[in-house]
């Protein structure tokens, strides 16, 4: 079974292989082969999961040795794989995910020219998402990581014609780029520190750490591994690159930004639960990054008239939950991981559904121009509507088991931060009862607002071909029975538990409570939405709305934050290093040129080249001399 470990990557790396490099050749099937190669990788973790299911807890983990990498000295490098219950959870939401979105984007692409290329590229993305979870050691992760950037640049970019899906792919480089920072110092630290980069040699030891001399260093790490899970899962402050990154292509909205690349920071957290154990003020940072998060996320949604963008918001405080439930530590841990599984079905659901009424109203996104979709579009309102129910956290559905999960764990954490923190996870559920209730009338209900395109054609939704619905309805399924197929005499909490660890926490108050107040601020905020947006006709227009609703349609002024501190900072900054270069640096350079050559230029006139020059000179030189001997003489 361990050489089934690398055929997992290499699947879908050798589709993107073929169709990146293929040629033309492969334009009219190349769909078709980045489908197979995707389903074949699904197919190997189905068997990998079957075969784990079947032995004994303690020996459910498998490991495969391909070769050592970098030998040099006291450095080494491996390639390796380790395949556990954490890993294979993230192998098969990533391939079966994966794989209905590569269907779906038979339908959704198919008058796209570069078709092909699309496919590579989700392929190649795939392949890094794998190596990504499936390494056992940092470097290869990190090796992962960067391929998981690269395929986002390429697929956020994909129509690159478009000026804001270029600069949407340059921001999401940019932005991630820091975050890789911190990673990789990170990784430098545990190899000064530790001597290895390989899971089983640096998480058992940062556990002994914590008491000794490198507890600071312990601390560090775990402050860069964060800084590296806020870039790749768009968490304060480095959220800004994921609302634009929505001029992708949808499918790659519910590949990347809802399913998969976003809940790596979420892995890389909890692959190194015991760095965090044993660091409390990385793990407090942790926890705090995510209930800012979750509210930050939330509000921007509530102001969003863009579908993806308002679906953007909500992936960004989903994802916010999961870090604050990992930064709970072992209370937490295993529920982040399933609302991280159950959000990767609703969410992808979600957006695929986006992505159908964008294909039924000539790719049109401003939900002020919809209106009673629900007559034309029936299988993709019933999807989209069990999609909501589930984010939104109704009794029985997917999102009620895991999120209620992560608000009972935030209370449990006792004291005056439990209180804050299950409070803040409150509100965050109250505001996504609000803002999908809200995307759920303006689309599917109310009377028509359609208008003619930019090229004067009026809408005529429909339906999407069946390719697009299939992979809806399956997500749908899920959206409704995972949650509840997980919590059944707590399945999924004994599957990840030998990996992460679990404690129940000690809540102030009992669960059932925290259940029946999250149905209040569920009741709260749905009544709120429609009281806005069910009950009177939603304008065409948006009004201009308060001081409040202004800064959330910009981002909470994320972008005005950072062209001020950082883009005129850093002109600033380097306007002041370039004075200091040339006053200073290029001053003292250039001034005691100047004196040297100065100096030599009065010095070259006593050579003129005339000899009675010369014969004064030495005569005035012996003259001076022979005064100077009569005067030592006199003394």
């Known amino acids: 079974m361990e050489t089934l470990i690398g055929l997992l990557v290499a699947a879908p790396l050798l589709g993107a292989g073929i169709l990146l490099t293929g040629g033309r050749r492969f334009d009219r099937v190349g769909h078709w082969l980045g489908t197979l190669f995707a389903l074949a990788s699904f197919v190997l973790g189905v068997v990998l999961f079957t075969d784990m299911l079947g032995k004994d807890t303690d020996a459910r983990a498998l490991h495969s040795h391909l070769f050592t990498w970098v030998p040099v000295g006291g450095f080494r490098a491996d390639v390796g794989f380790q395949l556990d219950q954490l890993s294979m959870t993230f192998v098969l939401l990533i391939t079966g995910v994966g794989t209905l979105i590569h269907i779906y984007s038979i339908g959704y692409m198919e008058h796209d020219e570069r078709r092909r290329r699309f496919f590579g590229y989700l392929n190649l993305f795939l392949a890094a998402m794998l190596l990504l979870v499936l390494a056992d050691n940092y470097l290869l992760l990190y090796v992962g990581w960067e391929g998981v950037g690269l395929a986002s640049y390429l697929l956020i970019g994909f129509w690159q014609h478009k000026p804001s899906a270029a600069t949407a792919a340059k921001k999401a480089f940019l932005v991630n780029r820091v975050g890789d920072v911190g990673l990789s110092i990170a990784i430098m630290l545990m190899f000064t520190t530790f001597g290895s980069f390989a899971f089983a040699d640096v998480l058992p030891e940062a556990v002994g750490a914590s008491g000794g001399h490198n507890h600071a260093t312990v601390t560090g790490i775990g402050f860069m591994l964060l800084l590296a899970a806020c870039g790749k899962s768009a ?71 863009d579908i993806k963008k308002a679906l953007a918001g909500s992936t960004m405080s989903q994802i916010g939950y999961m870090i604050m439930a990992a930064g709970l530590g072992p209370i937490g841990y295993v529920f982040a991981i399933m609302h991280l599984v159950t959000h990767g079905f609703f969410k992808a659901g979600l957006f695929l559904g986006a992505g159908s009424v964008m294909h039924g109203m000539n790719d049109e996104v401003d939900m002020r121009k919809y209106g009673g979709l629900r007559k034309y579009m029936p299988v993709t309102f019933v999807t989209f509507g069990l999609g909501y129910l589930a984010i939104i956290g109704f009794p029985g559905l997917s999102g009620f088991f895991s999120k209620d999960k992560i608000i009972d764990a935030a209370f449990a954490k006792g004291g005056t931060e439990g209180w804050i923190l299950g409070s803040a996870a409150l509100l965050g559920a109250a505001i996504t009862a609000f803002y999908m209730t809200r995307v759920m009338l303006m689309t599917f209900f109310g009377e028509k607002r359609w208008e003619k395109d930019a090229e004067g054609n009026e809408p005529h939704p429909h339906e999407s071909p069946s390719s697009m619905t299939i992979p809806m309805i399956v997500l749908a399924i899920g959206s409704v029975f995972a949650g509840g197929l997980f919590s059944i005499n707590s399945a999924f909490v004994k599957w990840l538990e030998p990996v992460t660890g679990h404690t129940e926490g000690d809540s102030p108050i009992s669960s059932t409570t925290v259940t029946i107040g999250t149905m209040v601020v569920l009741v709260v905020g749905v009544g709120i939405a429609w009281l806005m947006y069910g009950r009177k006709p939603v304008p065409a227009v948006a009004p201009r709305g308060s001081l409040a609703t202004r800064a959330a349609r910009r981002d909470l002024l994320q972008d005005d934050f950072n062209h001020v501190v950082l883009v005129r900072g850093g002109e600033h900054l380097t306007r002041a290093l370039v004075y200091l270069d040339h006053s200073l640096v290029d001053g003292v350079v250039n001034g005691s040129a100047a004196s040297v050559g100065g100096l030599s230029g009065r010095l070259r006139k006593l050579q003129n080249g005339y000899v009675r020059s010369y014969a004064v000179s030495m005569l005035g030189g012996a003259a001076v001399l022979v005064a100077a001997t009569l005067l030592m003489r006199a003394v």
């Not at 949808?250 to 892995?267: E, F, K, N």
């Not at 957290?269 to 930050?296: E, H, K, M, Y």
């Open 235 to 305: 968490q304060v402050p480095l959220q800004s690159w994921l609302g634009d990154a929505m001029e992708g292509p949808t499918p790659v909205s519910a590949l990347i930004h809802a399913a998969t690349m976003v809940t790596a920071g979420v892995y890389l957290i909890t692959r190194s639960s015991t760095i965090f154990n044993a660091a409390p003020d990385a793990q407090t940072a942790v926890v705090t990054v995510g209930a800012v998060t979750l509210l930050f996320g939330a509000i921007v949604g509530c102001a969003k008239d």
